[in-house]
């Protein structure tokens, strides 16, 4: 829900940061997303967004800063 209520405020960003500041938020919100179907165990299983997936957030956000530069 902070995330969602955080989203208005992209825009006060410096648009050369904002894309990375994007992918950082999806990053995290995977995480959050991998508590919830772990049921909230933090202690025994751990929460975590796989390589590929952070790779791919990572390549669509330097992907979109190109797009916009040019």
């Keep these: 829900e902070y995330y969602r209520k955080a989203e208005p405020l992209l825009p006060l960003i410096h648009p050369e940061s904002r894309d990375c500041l994007v992918a950082m938020v999806q990053i995290y919100r995977g ?3 991998s508590i919830e179907r772990n049921n909230y165990d933090v202690h ?3 929460a975590r967004v796989s390589t590929p997936k952070k790779l791919g957030i990572v390549a669509g956000a330097w992907l979109k800063s190109l797009l916009l530069q040019g």
């Design 31 to 33: 995480i959050l997303d």
């Design 44 to 46: 025994t299983r751990r």
